[in-house]
């Protein structure tokens, strides 16, 4: 699907398709914005190319899974990232890939499924008088789009807090198996969200010069942009680390556990060792045991063996048993 807004000269606004193209091209003072919605690759390639958007911005725009980028053109400056059709309780989510290409007097929008922020500026474009500044209205479309990742991310919090309590009170193995899930995607997370901080902070670094001949003050807004995937990519690595530590703080209580056990067994052992080794001697069935011909032997056996059992006392005594 293509769809365009155009905003003339004069100021009058029209919404429509390829055919506000021609219109466009053909007023000097008139701004323009086309969306593509899941377009052909070669049908899009052409559009792209007709527009002078370069060829290697075109292949990486059109590349499966192309990590998010910017990279600034002659004439135009490409904004590659990723936007969410899904993001779950459980923290799996469905992405998709959104191409931004602002030139002077034009922005142009590539996506392959609707995309809420998109869609949402798209409303809101003509209202704000936005189409008169391309780059300006790329940063606000991407800055909506990192905002829903923020909101999905908090909304995870209180899940969080909720396994924190749980493994202090009552720690068990699912708990570790959702903690280890847990941190398994957030990792995946991290990873995107280290990109978009990065390419916000390319393109605050190095504002394309076009950009500031815009109406709108640009620089505050790639800035808010910057400091909204700053704290997107904090937020998501603090989780990671808490995640971490729950799973380490378990793995510690069980082994600690496991050495309380162990610890038992032992003393057990030193125990009952000693009295089936003497049950074992005596009750040998040879003829020629000298012990079996002493008068008092049984009970010389009998207390051996309470002498060896009164171990159990002396580990008591310093502590070992608790």
Same mark, same amino acid.
């Given at each position: 699907?293509?769809?365009?807004?155009?905003?003339?000269?004069?100021?009058?606004?029209?919404?429509?398709?390829?055919?506000?193209?021609?219109?466009?091209?053909?007023?000097?003072?008139?701004?323009?914005?086309?969306?593509?919605?899941?377009?052909?690759? +070669?049908?899009? &390639?052409?559009? $792209?190319? @007709?527009?002078?958007?370069?060829?290697?911005? #075109?292949?990486?725009?059109?590349?499966? =899974?192309?990590?998010?980028?910017?990279?600034?053109?002659?004439?135009?400056?490409?904004?590659?990232?990723?936007?969410i059709t899904q993001f779950n309780p459980d923290l799996t989510i469905?992405?998709?890939?959104?191409?931004?290409?602002?030139?002077?007097?034009?922005?142009?929008?590539?996506?392959?499924?609707?995309?809420?922020?998109?869609?949402?500026?798209?409303?809101? +474009?003509?209202? &704000?008088?936005? $189409?008169? @500044?391309?780059?300006?209205?790329?940063?606000? #479309?991407?800055?909506?789009?990192?905002? =829903?990742?923020?909101?999905?991310?908090?909304?995870?919090e209180p899940s969080l807090n909720d396994l924190e309590d749980g493994?202090?009170?009552?720690?068990?193995?699912?708990?570790?198996?959702?903690?280890?899930?847990?941190?398994?995607?957030?990792?995946?997370?991290?990873r995107i969200f280290n990109y978009h901080e990065r390419l916000a902070?390319?393109?605050?670094?190095?504002?394309?010069?076009?950009?500031?001949?815009?109406?709108?003050?640009?620089?505050?807004?790639?800035?808010?942009?910057?400091?909204?995937?700053? =704290?997107?990519?904090?937020?998501?690595?603090?989780?990671?680390?808490?995640?971490?530590?729950?799973?380490?703080?378990?793995?510690?209580?069980?082994?600690?556990?496991?050495?309380?056990?162990?610890?038992?067994?032992?003393?057990?052992?030193?125990?009952?060792?000693?009295?089936?080794?003497?049950?074992?001697?005596?009750?040998?069935?040879?003829?020629?045991?000298?012990?079996?011909?002493?008068?008092?032997?049984?009970?010389?056996?009998?207390?051996?063996?309470?002498?060896?059992?009164?171990?159990?006392?002396?580990?008591?005594?310093?502590?070992?048993?608790?």
């Amino acid at each position: 699907m293509i769809r365009t807004q155009l905003i003339t000269a004069t100021g009058e606004y029209f919404q429509g398709a390829e055919e506000l193209i021609e219109r466009w091209q053909n007023d000097s003072g008139s701004y323009l914005w086309i969306d593509l919605e899941n377009e052909a690759p +070669a049908k899009e &390639s052409a559009l $792209l190319e @007709s527009m002078d958007c370069h060829p290697l911005a #075109i292949e990486d725009v059109q590349r499966f =899974r192309h990590p998010p980028k910017t990279e600034d053109f002659d004439d135009h400056t490409l904004i590659l990232y990723r936007g969410i059709t899904q993001f779950n309780p459980d923290l799996t989510i469905e992405q998709m890939s959104i191409a931004l290409f602002a030139k002077e007097r034009c922005l142009i929008s590539c996506h392959p499924q609707p995309s809420t922020g998109v869609n949402y500026w798209w409303n809101h +474009a003509a209202q &704000s008088d936005m $189409l008169r @500044s391309p780059g300006l209205l790329a940063s606000r #479309i991407m800055l909506f789009s990192v905002g =829903r990742y923020l909101d999905a991310i908090l909304e995870f919090e209180p899940s969080l807090n909720d396994l924190e309590d749980g493994m202090q009170e009552r720690p068990n193995d699912d708990m570790l198996r959702e903690l280890i899930a847990y941190q398994s995607r957030l990792r995946k997370l991290k990873r995107i969200f280290n990109y978009h901080e990065r390419l916000a902070y390319n393109l605050l670094k190095d504002i394309p010069a076009r950009w500031h001949a815009e109406d709108g003050d640009i620089e505050h807004a790639l800035q808010d942009l910057f400091e909204r995937c700053e =704290r997107l990519h904090g937020l998501c690595a603090m989780y990671y680390d808490i995640c971490g530590d729950l799973i380490n703080g378990y793995l510690s209580i069980a082994s600690h556990r496991l050495n309380d056990t162990m610890r038992i067994l032992t003393v057990i052992t030193a125990i009952f060792v000693p009295l089936t080794f003497i049950a074992g001697i005596y009750g040998m069935n040879f003829v020629n045991m000298p012990e079996l011909q002493w008068q008092y032997g049984y009970f010389y056996a009998w207390g051996f063996m309470l002498f060896t059992a009164s171990i159990f006392g002396w580990f008591a005594w310093k502590k070992w048993l608790q």
